[in-house]
């Protein structure tokens, strides 16, 4: 959904989608904020902070939009996130957030809270298959 939109982000109901990388250059730069975490000072947190109102309850992201996603509900108390093939390094589950990896997801393999799943494709990242 989101990643139809130029932005990387769309609201529908009371649930706020954010895109994983998919503008380049600019989305591969905020990929290295990710590890430093610093994801809140990149512009799909930029994007999706500004979509952000007193309505959504749910954020839902992929991979740099994971991340801003699990940013976002540290945040804001009254968020949840779903976040699918985050490249979050966590060792205990968040309460409000659900992570979700492929096996063999190079990018979220530090994510030792997430439920893992099979994946059949050849990219174990992408974010069919859930």
Do not use: C
Not at 79 to 93: F, I, S, T
């Amino acid at each position: 959904m989101a990643y139809n939109n130029h932005n990387g982000v769309m609201v529908h109901g009371d649930t706020l989608y954010i895109s994983g990388t998919h503008v380049l250059p600019r989305d591969a730069m905020d990929d290295l904020l990710i590890p430093m975490h610093m994801v809140h000072h990149s512009e799909r947190y930029q994007q999706a902070s500004d979509a952000l109102t007193h309505h959504i309850h749910t954020v839902v992201g992929h991979s740099l939009g994971g991340a801003v996603a699990v940013r976002l509900a540290e945040q804001h108390e009254h968020l949840h996130g779903r976040v699918y093939g985050a490249p979050l390094a966590r060792m205990r589950p968040n309460p409000r957030v659900k992570s979700f990896r492929h096996m063999f997801d190079p990018i979220s393999v530090f994510d030792r809270s997430a439920q893992i799943r099979p994946h059949s494709g050849w990219n174990p990242h992408a974010y069919s298959g859930y």
